[in-house]
């Protein structure tokens, strides 16, 4: 049971290029999410979908755009990498649209993108 | 605006000793409280999720307890192992049609053998 795969793991990018972050849930959870990681500044949400054909902007959702290809599978693409975009980014999902005691959010391992 | 504060921002223990891990919300208004570990490298794992109508959780040696009206929310770990060694963070979910869980920066905790 895979969980909640991210690819790629590691991602170099040179500002103005594009690209686009994979994540699939193989636990047939309705909710999905991405969050970047800063040092100093904690998660913070870009982009989530309450249930399969839905997304909404979270906190910082300036720069991205993201599809809900399916049940299992939400992307996060990049249009035109900029270096304020260096982070980790994290998917997650769950069960119960923000979590809940018997399905929390479960979290893939990151993609740690660096934008020169 | 949801501010989540978490103190202190490191702890090194002996093992074996029990400690308390604070996080502190701004607005008591929240749906559910939680709270992950994240090895390094990896991604979050949650560990327990208070409902805000709960007082607290447990879970093996862990126990976390949540005060609305002052806006706090402790994790108490027992017998701290090595293999506890990780940072924790907590995250208030605002909750309902607008999704919001507002993280605090973490707690480094190293347990030492």
């Known amino acids: 049971n895979a969980g909640v795969t991210q690819t790629p793991k590691f991602q170099v990018l040179k500002t103005g290029q594009s690209m686009t972050l994979q994540c699939a849930q193989d636990?047939?959870?309705?909710?999905m999410y991405w969050y970047r990681q800063d040092p100093g500044m904690g998660l913070r949400l870009i982009y989530y979908s309450a249930s399969e054909g839905t997304t909404d902007k979270g906190e910082v959702p300036n720069g991205y755009n993201v599809s809900r290809l399916n049940k299992r599978e939400f992307s996060l693409r990049l249009e035109s990498a900029a270096p304020s975009q260096t982070s980790v980014y994290f998917c997650a999902s769950s069960r119960t649209f923000g979590g809940s005691a018997n399905s929390p959010l479960h979290f893939g391992n990151g993609t740690r993108l660096t934008v020169t | 605006k949801q501010e989540v504060t978490q103190i202190p921002a490191a702890l090194s223990v002996p093992e074996g000793e029990n400690l308390v891990l604070n996080c502190s919300f701004t607005d008591s208004a929240i749906y559910n409280l939680q709270w992950f570990r994240q090895d390094p490298g990896k991604g979050l794992t949650s560990l327990l999720l208070?409902?805000?109508?709960?007082r607290e959780q447990t879970s093996g040696r862990l126990n976390a307890s949540l005060d609305k009206s002052s806006g706090r929310s402790t994790l108490y770990i027992a017998a701290s192992q090595p293999g506890d060694s990780a940072t924790y963070l907590c995250a208030a979910n605002s909750g309902g049609s607008n999704y919001k869980l507002t993280f605090g920066k973490g707690t480094l905790l190293t347990v030492n053998p």
């Open positions: 208070i409902q805000s109508s709960q």
């Open positions: 636990m047939n959870h309705n909710s």
